[in-house]
């Protein structure tokens, strides 16, 4: 009985020290690590019939969305809108379109992902807002405390008596000559737009503006949303003096000012105000910024202030079809070593406003650039129907809906129109994919979908959206949430590695042949502790060969192929000094952790042993 005792002391005593040991690693808010869906409204799914996306569809394909393992949807505008610019011109900050639905269907949705363990986070535009919002509407007509709302500016005459607008801004959606000002004439003044002319700026130095905005917030924080991506932040504010940008055209004091950041984080400082007021769970924020790095980090927040974390859009402006596996390794180590201490960061493979990743990067190439974005830490954002490697359609002039493409000519709108990847969700190889009843959509469905559909890749045992999938659940492993990264290159930069490792778990290395040739990989000369073999966890759907054990010195990746391997049985940390691979500490780590190293392998085989006779000893008794 004393003996027996003893052994049950023991036993707890270690794991005790085991339990000790995991709750060294750091605790995450649940959108550190998110998988973020980013559903487009009116591509996702047709309840109606009418051939625009809507809330109804949406929900509909929740146990899709639960099955495919991500845990946020992000939905691109949803809000009253004459959808000019696709919604990014909203007319009722805090109501639904009618195209899309109700409140109530928003309510309904929101609830329905709850219970599936989904998020659901919403895009705030708070540059802009529609000329049919009733702000503008009573701005125009210089009713206080409307009046200021927005950027209203006298302009001049010439010799001629031609009006001319304050200054040299131009918009982007450059129409009208270029300028970003629209002469208005019930208010007999100009008004700024950095976007289309029915999108006027709002004028954020002015409180009551930020007041309305912090309400937009609450609204919808009150309808259990879990989350904002704070959309245009570049463009928040101008020069408060109007002044004449010296390069026309290039932002001077029209984009990235330090008003931007200070803003974001009052926006932040709301939102946790919110959250801890009335009890509620933390919320995903991010913000879409575009500019020099430092402007980027800037936006986490300063000794005083909490921030917003930026959108890394790495994968999108730096990542090629050419891309050798130096290349990546440095764009990802790059941006890794700018991120202040202890910042979560995130991966973006595509979004609306590109090319589609297999149109962009090569459709053989999405698996291994899925396996890269969601397996490397932090949170990861994918854009819908990228999980089965949808491409982009070519739009013809008379189909082009984005003001991006119809601003410009038929000669040149190809290369600025964001449609091509804008198009119907492809479910299955029905009318219309399947995505609505309609044969005519909003935009017209890729031909492909007749092969390339949700229906037709469950059935494949291999194809993008299995691979998608076994990733997504993979990520949500420990190794991946809490785990330290490094990146290697071999066989002459045609491959890339990404070893991820914690203490006490299994090691698994990602292995992507960038090149267009099958190659022959030894990991024993990277890793020479390797000995056993691997088992592959995860392979691209292009991938042969595939076994369910793989020796480390004899990898066969044909051209683009992928895998996700795990090694059991090594030391978690395995790398020798003298081969290229870099090692870099990220922030979930704490710093003990990485001494323990020896001392815990044999602390894990101390507790299954002493485990294994706690359970023989004390068997009879039970
Ligand atoms: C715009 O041009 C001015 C004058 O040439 C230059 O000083 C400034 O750095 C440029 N700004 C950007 C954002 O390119
Ligand atoms: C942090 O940013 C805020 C808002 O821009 C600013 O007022 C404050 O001075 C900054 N603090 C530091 C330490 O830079
Ligand atoms: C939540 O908190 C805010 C202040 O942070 C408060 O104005 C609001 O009334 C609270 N809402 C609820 C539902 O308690
Ligand atoms: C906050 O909510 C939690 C869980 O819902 C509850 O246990 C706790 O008592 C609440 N705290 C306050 C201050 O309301
Ligand atoms: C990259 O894309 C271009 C244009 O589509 C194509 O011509 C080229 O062959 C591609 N290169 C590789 C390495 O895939
Ligand atoms: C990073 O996180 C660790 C562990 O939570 C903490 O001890 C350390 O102070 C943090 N460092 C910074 C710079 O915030
Ligand atoms: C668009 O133009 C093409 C020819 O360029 C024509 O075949 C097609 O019918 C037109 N579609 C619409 C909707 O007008
Ligand atoms: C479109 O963009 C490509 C690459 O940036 C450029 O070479 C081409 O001239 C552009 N075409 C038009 C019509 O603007
Ligand atoms: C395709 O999807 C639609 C909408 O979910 C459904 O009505 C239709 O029956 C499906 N077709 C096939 C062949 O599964
Ligand atoms: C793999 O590399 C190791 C270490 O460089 C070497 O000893 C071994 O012979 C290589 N294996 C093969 C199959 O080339
Ligand atoms: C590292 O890579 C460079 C070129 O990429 C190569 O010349 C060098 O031999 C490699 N070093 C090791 C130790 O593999
Ligand atoms: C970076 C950028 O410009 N993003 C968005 C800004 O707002 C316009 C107009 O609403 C959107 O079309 C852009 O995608
Ligand atoms: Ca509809
Ligand atoms: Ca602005």
């Known amino acids: 009985m004393d003996s027996l005792r003893r052994v049950f002391l023991f036993v707890l005593g270690l794991l005790f020290v085991k339990s000790s040991y995991l709750e060294q690693l750091v605790k995450k808010e649940w959108w550190e690590t998110a998988l973020v869906y980013q559903i487009w409204p009116r591509g996702f799914q047709d309840s109606d019939g009418d051939g625009e996306g809507d809330l109804k569809g949406i929900i509909s394909h929740l146990d899709y969305l639960q099955d495919l393992g991500i845990n946020t949807i992000w939905l691109n505008p949803i809000y009253s809108s004459p959808l000019i610019d696709s919604g990014y011109d909203i007319s009722n900050y805090i109501d639904i379109n009618p195209l899309f639905g109700n409140l109530q269907h928003f309510d309904e949705l929101v609830n329905e992902a709850h219970k599936r363990d989904l998020k ?7 540059n ?3 000329d049919q919002h009733q702000w503008f509407r009573l701005s125009s007509k210089n009713i206080p405390p409307y009046n200021n709302y927005y950027i209203w500016a006298d302009g001049s005459r010439d010799g001629k008596g031609n009006r001319i607008p304050p200054n040299n801004w131009v918009s982007t959606y450059s129409d009208e000559g270029g ?19 029915s999108q006027p700026d709002l004028n954020l130095r002015n409180e009551n503006v930020l007041q309305e905005l912090q309400n937009v917030f609450k609204f ?21 003096h109007l002044r004449d940008e010296p390069n026309v055209g290039n932002g001077t004091y029209t984009s990235g000012l330090p008003e931007n950041t200070a803003l974001v984080y009052m926006f932040r400082s709301y939102i946790n105000e919110w959250v801890e007021t009335n009890n509620s769970t933390s919320k995903l924020l991010i913000a879409e910024v575009y500019g020099s ?4 980090i800037s936006f986490y927040g300063n000794d005083t202030h909490e921030g917003i974390p930026p959108f890394n859009f790495r994968f999108i402006t730096s ?39 297999a149109s962009r990067i090569g459709l053989n190439r999405v698996d291994g650039l899925h396996m890269l974005s969601l397996l490397l830490p932090g949170q990861a954002f994918t854009y819908y129907g990228e999980e089965i490697a949808m491409l982009d359609r ?42 609505s009843t309609s044969k005519t959509t909003y935009l017209p469905i890729h031909p492909n979908y007749l092969q390339r559909n949700v229906e037709a890749q469950k059935k494949e045992i291999q194809s993008n959206l299995n691979t998608y999938k076994l990733l997504a659940a993979l990520r949500r492993n420990e190794v991946f949430t809490h785990g330290d990264y490094e990146f290697a290159t071999l066989n002459n930069d045609r491959i890339f590695i990404l070893k991820r490792f914690l203490e006490n778990n299994p090691t698994y290395i990602v ?95 101390i507790i299954s042993t002493s485990v294994v006779v706690m359970l023989f000893e004390l068997s009879p008794f039970v």
């Not at 659901?120 to 708070?126: A, H, Q, W």
């Not at 090629?320 to 130096?326: D, I, K, L, V």
């Not at 990546?328 to 700018?338: A, G, Q, R, S, Y």
């Open 293 to 296: 790095d430092n402007v980027l």
């Open 319 to 357: 990542v090629r079809n050419t891309s050798t596996a130096a290349h990546i390794k440095n764009v990802l180590e790059d941006w890794f070593e700018k991120l202040p201490n202890n910042a979560s960061t995130n991966w973006v493979l595509s979004n609306h406003d590109h090319s589609r990743a």
């Open 179 to 197: 300028s970003a000002w629209t002469w208005h004439d019930t208010r007999e003044q100009w008004y700024y737009h950095k976007f289309h002319k």
């Open 511 to 605: 292995v992507v042949n960038l090149g267009l040739r099958e190659e022959k990989v030894n990991l024993t000369s990277l890793y020479p502790n390797l000995k056993d073999s691997l088992q592959i966890i995860v392979a691209s759907s292009n991938a042969v060969h595939v076994t369910e054990m793989i020796s480390p010195q004899n990898i066969l990746l044909t051209a683009n192929a992928a895998l996700v391997l795990k090694a059991k049985e090594i030391p978690w940390s395995t790398t020798t000094s003298g081969t290229n691979a870099t090692t870099a500490s990220p922030p979930a780590i704490t710093t003990e952790k990485n001494s323990a190293t020896a001392s815990s392998s044999m602390l894990q085989l």
């Open 394 to 435: 070519k739009m013809l002039w008379n189909e082009t809906i984005d003001q991006m493409g119809c601003v410009k000519t038929k000669d040149t709108y190809a290369n600025y129109s964001r449609d091509p990847a804008r198009t119907p969700m492809q479910w299955n190889s029905s009318t219309s994919g399947g995505f």
């Open 120 to 126: 659901v986070i919403l895009d705030i535009v708070p």
């Open 128 to 130: 802009h807002s529609s």
């Open 220 to 240: 919808w924080l009150m309808r259990n949303v879990d989350g904002f991506r704070i959309n245009a932040v570049s463009y928040l504010y101008e020069d408060e």
